[in-house]
């Protein structure tokens, strides 16, 4: 396939990339303003050979994907809050039977029903710590039709190389959006496939064994091997454990596999960090306020940057802190209460220095809102 130019919904290029990462099973329950996903997924996965299942809520639509996982198949779902609210048990499960899933989260106003229909950017901490227990997680963002393409098929790519579920925190105005969409040739973006147990059949095979690198191969189930699969803490076998020794082992491995290799994961975009002295943090559709803000303020001699995060967690404190060494005032600009405003406050030298720039109203935030909270911080007025 060679590349093709498309104009297309941000959603749509998310399912589109979906199946370039090689997703053979998806099942969902149509909510908005996720639900172009699995409208897209229903026509076109049949098609390239997947199974596409609408389930009757969000709760079996993640049970059903962590089911085929299992089986060895390449697996994603879609919902927005209330629906990911409802999988939270399920994804907890999902991390601790180190199964890899997708999970795209279309962001919008809540709590509860909220605002179906609005963007938001509330399920930032909902994403790391929804889940009970101490665990790690990895959620990735983009601002553009072509981003949410590229971060798609990377969510693909983790969730194989580290078993792990990967969250795509998305929000309205970006699943919505319609923009261009390059799609790359068949091998342009590299694809990780699942890493399959060379053991035979008939030899002891351990589940959750690690091999020297940290990966674990998987067996198919119901294939070769016969394998125990539970929630409950369990040694190497997947067999139940008290033993505070495992215990301890499985809770770091469960969180250093992700946490220890956050670099590796780190996503991001900046924009002329260099000699502005007022940086911009923002991921999402903010972003892109942000970023025309930036781009007009140069333009007439104020300098102003823009840090640009697309993964949110593991949280890239060492970037953000390096990115963020010289400027004199940081503006996380987001629309929430200031959920990664928190994390740049840890992260940064003087967090006295970060302030916030938000709307919670379910409207998009404009350049106007931010230049205006961008005076108030410098002391000029509004």
């Known amino acids: 396939m060679s590349r093709q130019i498309e104009f297309v919904q941000?959603?749509?290029?998310?399912?589109?990339?979906?199946?370039?990462?090689?997703?053979?099973?998806?099942?969902?329950?149509?909510?908005?303003?996720?639900?172009?996903?699995a409208e897209y997924m229903a026509k076109r996965l049949p098609q390239n050979g997947g199974k596409f299942l609408q389930m009757e809520d969000e709760i079996a639509s993640i049970c059903a994907i962590i089911g085929a996982s299992l089986t060895g198949r390449k697996v994603?779902?879609?919902?927005?809050?209330?629906?990911?609210?409802?999988?939270?048990?399920?994804?907890?499960?999902?991390?601790?039977?180190?199964?890899?899933?997708?999970?795209?989260?279309?962001?919008?106003?809540?709590p509860s029903t909220g605002l179906p229909t609005h963007v938001s950017q509330g399920d930032v901490n909902q994403a790391r710590y929804g889940t009970h227990g101490e665990h790690a997680i990895v959620a990735l963002t983009a601002s553009t039709a072509q981003d949410i393409f590229t971060l798609t098929v990377d969510a693909f790519n983790f969730a194989e190389t580290y078993r792990t579920p990967v969250i795509l925190l998305l929000?309205?105005?970006?699943?919505?959006?319609?923009?261009?969409?390059?799609?790359?040739?068949?091998?342009?973006?590299?694809?990780?496939?699942?890493?399959?147990?060379?053991?035979?059949?008939?030899?002891?095979?351990?589940?959750?064994?690690?091999?020297?690198?940290?990966?674990?191969?998987?067996?198919?189930f119901g294939?070769?091997?016969?394998?125990?699969?539970?929630?409950?803490?369990?040694?190497?076998w997947g067999f139940p454990t008290e033993n505070p020794k495992i215990v301890y082992g499985l809770i770091r491995h469960l969180v250093d596999k992700i946490d220890h290799n956050a670099d590796q994961m780190a996503r991001w975009k900046e924009y002329y960090i260099d000699d502005a002295p007022t940086l911009l943090v923002s991921y999402g559709a903010a972003a892109r306020?942000?970023?025309?803000?930036?781009?007009?303020?140069?333009?007439?001699?104020?300098?102003?940057?823009?840090?640009?995060?697309?993964?949110?967690?593991?949280?890239?404190h060492e970037l953000v802190r390096e990115k963020c060494?010289?400027?004199?005032?940081?503006?996380?600009?987001?629309?929430?209460?200031?959920q990664v405003l928190q994390q740049v406050k840890l992260a940064v030298r003087q967090p006295e220095k970060a302030f916030l720039a938000?709307?919670?109203?379910?409207?998009?935030?404009?350049?106007?809102?931010?230049?205006?909270?961008?005076h108030v911080i410098q002391g000029k007025g509004v």
């Open 325 to 338: 060494c010289h400027a004199q005032s940081i503006v996380v600009v987001e629309m929430n209460m200031g």
């Open 10 to 37: 941000g959603n749509v290029a998310c399912a589109k990339a979906a199946l370039y990462a090689g997703l053979e099973f998806f099942a969902g329950y149509p909510i908005t303003p996720s639900s172009e996903i």
């Open 76 to 110: 994603m779902t879609a919902t927005s809050g209330p629906g990911f609210s409802l999988m939270q048990e399920a994804l907890g499960y999902a991390v601790m039977t180190e199964i890899p899933c997708v999970i795209a989260n279309v962001q919008r106003g809540g």
């Open 223 to 236: 294939g070769a091997h016969r394998y125990n699969v539970t929630g409950l803490f369990h040694d190497m």
């Open 171 to 220: 929000d309205e105005t970006t699943g919505h959006l319609r923009e261009r969409l390059e799609v790359p040739a068949a091998d342009g973006i590299a694809t990780v496939g699942r890493l399959k147990t060379t053991v035979s059949q008939g030899v002891d095979y351990h589940p959750y064994l690690p091999r020297e690198d940290g990966r674990l191969p998987m067996s198919d």
């Open 358 to 374: 938000n709307r919670i109203d379910g409207e998009l935030i404009t350049p106007t809102d931010i230049q205006n909270i961008i």
């Open 289 to 316: 306020s942000a970023l025309h803000l930036v781009e007009n303020r140069r333009k007439r001699g104020e300098k102003l940057g823009l840090l640009e995060l697309q993964t949110l967690w593991p949280f890239p």
